[in-house]
């Protein structure tokens, strides 16, 4: 059997055809009734760092994406929330991801702001969307809520190979069919197996098998063409959220698709960085008087000093392999929409969750969502010393420090800390009959993953709620971006803010103060002459510094950032 069919008959739908190039296929008319309100699809990678993409400066291949950019908006002062469930939680809601309940990870703890689930106390985009009229579908990785671990490790070691089952992965109650949407298909879980992964569910019916040739980015991404197939056959609009897991380690990819990498990061972090930098001017992503490239990571090891070269390019191949299946599969996607006569009323958003990760998941081990053997049996080595390459189901690896700050050009960190490296997202909007700016430029809009909220309300005819189910709702806190589709200058937020353990930042207009997760020392910067934050003005301006600490303290103390669970203090 094809294994696409395999992989669309996990949620009962036919075959799908497999193309490389969305864009070449003939367009079918829409029906008489066309639909007037768009079709909205929200496309968000996992891990995937700022100038990772082709269109944003990287040299993986990512030709469906760059269509999107090509024929639409590439936004270049966009942010996210700098770690996986947090910016969920707050993309899903249009709120802070503490008002909506996770302000950490998704650990049940005993503060409002730090659930570990989505709160009643705030809608999703799919609620709301809904009560509009709207088909919701999501395919993908969840994260959003409460993890029902086992009470003892060998029990839940079982339970992650495989070999044993426990029942429902989360709270029924806090599955995606039950915050609005009409269909899933994905993991509830973060971390996944990408040949077999846990927590895999239909709806809300665990998934006890794969095929034999599963991956699972493809089944993602063919699932959602599935469900656009069949929603083309109504005259609702549909919602379609996508929630990628690519490139998140584990490092995980098919053969062919690493075959295409193999050489190409044998040149080491410094060249292949400084080519990204260049690529990045040229193609008006950064402007290099604001912009300049930070100082290297450790810059102190050169590669051809490196006893690790050929396991450091093998990991990074990997990394652009996972982007690579990726980009096809929403290819796929963007192939469907032509196909069925939608892609012209259909906005199309695509970011990543947060900036390329720095952990070495080696270093965890196996425990809590990470297995030590598959489901046959095979032994998975966590390869502390590199001593196995990356790529199969066997090996649990990731990019580690050096390769993030690569992914992240030109900016220093990573995920999980509030400097631009963690928080700067690539951000495209692409709507052929909605969007009237210069499609295939740039806007320089400061927005926010909060802000699709408003932005989908306001395209919709919806109405955000002020109670629901209930229970009041926070008034939204997103800035519609649907001028900035019509060309109009919109500055976006004045403001913004961070907290994620502890690692935080206060924004006021160009002005940045931050501080790392290990470093509670505040540190300013203009970013209207320093985008990568590079000279700290903290001495030259502590007027600005007391201005944004009270500003930060403000925030967290209205918006649920404190108590934090276990420390009543403030």
Known sequence: MNKYKLYAGLVGAGAIALVSVAWQTKIVKQPEQARRRPNIIVILADDMGFSDLGCYGGEVNT?????????GIRYRQFYNTSRCCPT?????????????????????????????????????????????????AM???????????????????????????????????????????????????????FYDPFS??????PIKTVPKNYYHTDAINDTAVAYIKGYAKSLKPFFLYVAENAPHWPLMAKPEDIAKYKDTYKAGWQAIREARYKKMVKLGVIDPAKTKLSDRWKGDLQWENNPDKEWDAMAMAVHAAMIDRMDQG???????????????????????????????????????????????????????????????????????????????????????ESYEGGIHTPMIAFWPKGITANRGGFNDHVGHVMDFMSTFVELAGAKYPKTYKGHNIPPNTGISLVPSFKGKHTPGHEDLFNEHFGARYARSGNWKLVSLSNDTTWHLYDLSRDKTETADLKSKYPEKVHQLDSLWHIWANTHQVFPKPGNKSK
Request: aromatic share 10%; glycine share 10%.
């Open 88 to 136: 969920r939680a707050s993309l899903l809601t249009g709120l802070y991801n503490q008002q909506a309940g996770i302000g950490k990870m998704t650990d049940a703890e005993d503060e409002p702001g730090y659930l570990g689930h989505i709160t009643d106390n705030a809608v999703t985009l799919a609620e709301v969307l809904k009560s509009a009229g709207y088909h919701t």
């Open 330 to 416: 929403i290819g796929r996607i963007i192939k469907t929409l032509k196909e069925t006569g939608q892609l012209d009323n259909t906005l199309i958003v695509f970011l990543s969750d947060n900036g390329a990760s720095a952990e070495n998941c080696a270093a965890y081990g196996p425990g809590f969502d990470r297995p030590n053997e598959t489901r046959d049996g095979r032994k998975i080595v966590y390869a502390t010393k590199k001593e196995a390459l990356p790529g199969p189901e066997t090996t649990y690896s990731s990019i580690g420090p050096r390769w993030a700050n690569v992914a992240n050009t030109p900016y220093e960190y990573w995920k999980a």
């Open 200 to 205: 895999l569910v239909s709806g809300t019916k």
């Open 63 to 71: 030709p469906n994406i760059n269509y999107l950019a090509k024929n």
């Open 139 to 193: 395919s993908g990785k969840w994260h959003v809520s409460n993890t029902n671990g086992q009470p003892n490790a060998q029990d839940q070691m079982v339970w992650l190979n495989h070999h044993k089952d426990f029942g429902d992965f989360s709270p029924i109650s806090q599955y995606p069919t039950s915050r609005g949407f009409e269909k899933f298909f994905g993991t509830i879980w973060g971390v996944v197996d």
